[in-house]
């Protein structure tokens, strides 16, 4: 197998439970179909400082291990830029001058899914454009998506269609879009297998929409469970130890933390020791739990 997995923290802050079984089961998708495992760090946006090396320590620890150096989307913007370029020439790209109010309060185009751009600046003559740009703002650049839905493979989901829309590619500040830095990355680390958490699911058509636009092979992709409170809500700070460090201060071992991940998706009896490598032994992704992870663990 000539492919990779890979996990893409964003070094916004301490990865939390749900995160790190994210990663686990991406790190074991990877390592049982004879992939390599990359760390891809996703850091154009919200980073703080220190994130990203207690995020790598946290892996290690929990004795994740990864093929090459990990990579920096901050080190790789004329890649990003040459993608955006070569859209560009292809005449599949429009500047868009709206603000996120006027988008939210745009009304949807006809058929068009909750949330998508709703297209106001598609269509924009040469002099509105002129006009908008007098005013000061500095627009973003979408793409101009010849379809409005695709579908990709998910090894948990099935196949799924979704919607496509005109995403942002350059952010109004200059900086690429998530949207379109995750595709060229893929593409360029030679990524087939994309394990993220399934908040994510509704991203994957837009993704391999663009991802075939600039000739990159779409990737199979398994969207897990998320980790979510008792309430339903993303984990967060007042959930109580919700981080490594916060279980180690608590008392636990980080064997214990990584048994208690491991019997969430049922490779672990609780109490039992276990290492990565056993776990890819038992690993079946047929048995991967679709229900997200309630914590605290009962
Ligand atoms: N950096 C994204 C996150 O931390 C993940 C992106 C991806 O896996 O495609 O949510």
Redesign the pocket.
Known sequence: MEGAGRF???PSGDLHLGNLRTALLAWLFARTSGRDFLIRV?DLDRVRPGAMERQLDDLRRLGLTWDGPVVLQSHRLPLYHKAIDQLRERDLTYPCFCTRKEILQAPSAPHAPDGAYPGTCRNLSEAERAEKSASGRSPALRLRAGIDSFTVHDELFGEVTGPVDDVVLLRGDGVPAYNLA?VVDDGAQNIDQ?V??DD?LTSAPRQAYLAQLLDIEPPSYAHVPLALNSEGKRLAKRDGAVTLADQLEAGRSTEQVLTMIASSIGLAEPGEVVTPPQLADRFDSRKIPRTPWIFPAK
């Open positions: 893409a923290p964003s996703e995750v994309v993220r958490g994510l």
